[in-house]
């Protein structure tokens, strides 16, 4: 099992620009997130899905969007980047309580 | 009322002394207390976690201890080793959609 995946592993964005980061899990899990992780700020919740077809807003949802159209996938859309949303986005999975993360994705916006 | 504040931000401790981290919450209806680890450019990983019908849990070198009284919950590290060098967050979550509330994070550093 491959566990979380994300792609890209970095990238740089002009303001205005779009982007979706993907997310992909080989478990079978119903539950999938995206977080941001900003220095010294923790992690922060953008969206979550409980299943296929089904996504709700986290703590941030601001500036994002996000679709579920199979249990496997997850992708996170930015569609006008600006520079408050340079940060490192991480993908988790859970069956439960405990969540499994990808190795994230460093995005910079100039 | 959904904050789980975290200290300290950061922590060195030499090669063999006990790590303390601190967290503490004000929702009591939180039931699962989790602490997850993240070494530098990969994903956070879950270390260890807790339930508030115990006070401590202990897992290899890894103690949680939980006073519920209190609302605050601890993470020890014995013996801690250059290998556990990582920053450490707390979370907490209730209910049945999983959410994670989660600490501030702690960089820990230990010293050979």
């Known amino acids: 099992n491959a566990g979380v995946t994300q792609t890209p592993k970095f990238r740089i964005l002009k303001i205005g620009q779009s982007m979706t980061l993907q997310c992909t899990q080989d478990?079978?899990?119903?539950?999938m997130y995206w977080y941001r992780q900003d220095p010294g700020m923790g992690l922060k919740l953008i969206y979550y899905s409980v299943g296929a077809g089904i996504t709700d807003k986290g703590e941030v949802p601001n500036g994002y969007n996000v679709s579920r159209s199979t249990t496997e996938d997850f992708p996170l859309r930015l569609e006008l980047a600006a520079p408050s949303q340079t940060s490192v986005y991480f993908c988790a999975s859970s069956t439960g309580e405990t969540q499994y993360f990808g190795p994230g994705t460093r995005l910079l916006v100039l | 009322q959904q904050q789980v504040k975290q200290s300290p931000q950061s922590l060195i401790v030499q090669k063999g002394g006990i790590s303390i981290i601190n967290c503490a919450y004000e929702n009591t209806a939180f039931d699962y207390f989790p602490w997850y680890q993240q070494f530098p450019g990969k994903g956070p990983a879950l270390l260890i976690a807790i339930r508030p019908d115990v006070s401590e849990k202990k897992e290899g070198r890894f103690t949680i201890s939980f006073n519920k009284s209190a609302k605050q919950f601890s993470l020890h590290i014995m013996d801690s080793q250059p290998g556990d060098s990582a920053t450490y967050f707390c979370a907490a979550s209730s209910g049945s959609n999983y959410q994670l509330i989660w600490g501030a994070g702690t960089k820990l550093i230990i010293k050979p």
């Open positions: 478990m079978n899990h119903n539950y």
